[in-house]
């Protein structure tokens, strides 16, 4: 069974720096594009950041040049550090496949940016 569990969120200024966390449990891990989806409320769920198995990065226009995903394969982990935070980049942060799979929405962690 495959779980998802992220961490790292919390308050932070505008213009700081968070560092998430996504660990997976399963074997989807090593073969899977995974990403990190964002959903602000009142809004959809969007996908900021992806990271492929062999570590190729793709950013939502948004983040780029500010967000950085990157994955430890030995930890089954997927990691997003976030840099020069905004007041827009406040949201719940998930991490999935992607494209995402259903059964494997997580609880997500909570970013809040204070202007």
């Known amino acids: 069974q495959v779980r998802l569990m992220e961490s790292g969120g919390g308050l932070v200024q505008a213009g700081g720096s968070l560092r998430l966390s996504c660990a997976a449990s399963?074997?989807?891990?090593?073969?899977?594009?995974m990403g990190w989806y964002r959903q602000a409320p009142g809004k959809q769920r969007e996908l900021v950041a992806s990271?492929?198995?062999?570590?190729?990065?793709n950013y939502a226009d948004s983040v780029k040049g500010r967000f950085i995903i990157s994955r430890d394969s030995a930890k089954n982990t997927v990691y997003l550090q976030m840099n020069s935070l905004q007041s827009e980049d406040t949201a719940d942060y998930y991490c999935n496949t992607v494209p995402g799979t259903l059964a494997y929405w997580g609880q997500g962690t909570q970013v809040t940016v204070s202007s």
């Open positions: 990271i492929t198995a062999l570590h190729n990065t």
């Open positions: 399963g074997n989807i891990f090593k073969i899977s594009t």
